[in-house]
């Protein structure tokens, strides 16, 4: 056998290890559960059952699901946050320790802010950049416990800088 052989041979063992590990990874850590809208699917790990059952309590139950909230409206948009969200948590659960509280990052900060200016335009629009508050408007700044019920979301420090008001 000659060397190019070897090495096609290892290389192909190599690209089936990883795939089947990763398919494997995928089935076992319901995977295929992101793909669709039910919330039930963001509860499937431990550290997000406070935040499910706080929505559960919330006044967004009835209107909102996970996806609404914490995912842009498009389709492209929506399924690119959900796979850059996935690689993140999946690496975080598989070489790192999960606090129990977990924080929004800044760019879930940004679509969940797009998010609550999209369905209440109407009301936003109205008070959106009143020059007596002397900073722009953040819906979440001031209600951060909304979606979850009293579940803690929010660093202090994207307490006080959560003003980006554009959609990623």
């Excluded at 041979?9 to 089935?27: D, E, N, Q, R, W």
């Excluded at 900073?135 to 420090?157: E, F, K, N, Y």
Aim: a positive charge; glycine letters at 8%.
């Amino acid at each position: 056998m000659t060397l190019k052989n070897r090495l096609a041979i290892m290389v192909s063992l190599l690209i089936g290890v990883t795939a089947g590990l990763g398919i494997y990874t995928f089935v076992y850590a319901r995977g295929y559960s992101y793909l669709t809208n039910d919330p039930k699917a963001c509860a499937n790990c431990h550290v997000m059952q406070d935040y499910y059952s706080g929505w559960m309590k919330s006044p967004h139950h009835a209107a909102a699901t996970c996806n609404d909230c914490h995912t842009p409206h498009d389709l492209i948009g929506k399924y690119s946050v959900k796979a850059a969200n996935g690689l993140s948590h999946s690496l975080a659960f598989t070489f790192g320790p999960i606090p129990d509280n977990i924080l929004i990052k800044d760019r879930s900060l940004r679509v969940t802010e797009g998010a609550c200016r999209s369905c209440h335009a109407t009301m936003v629009s109205a008070i959106d950049g009143n020059p007596h508050s002397g900073q722009d408007l953040s819906c979440i700044r001031c209600h951060a416990d909304v979606g979850h019920g009293g579940a803690p979301m929010l660093p202090t420090a994207s307490l006080s800088s959560s003003t980006s008001h554009a959609n990623p």
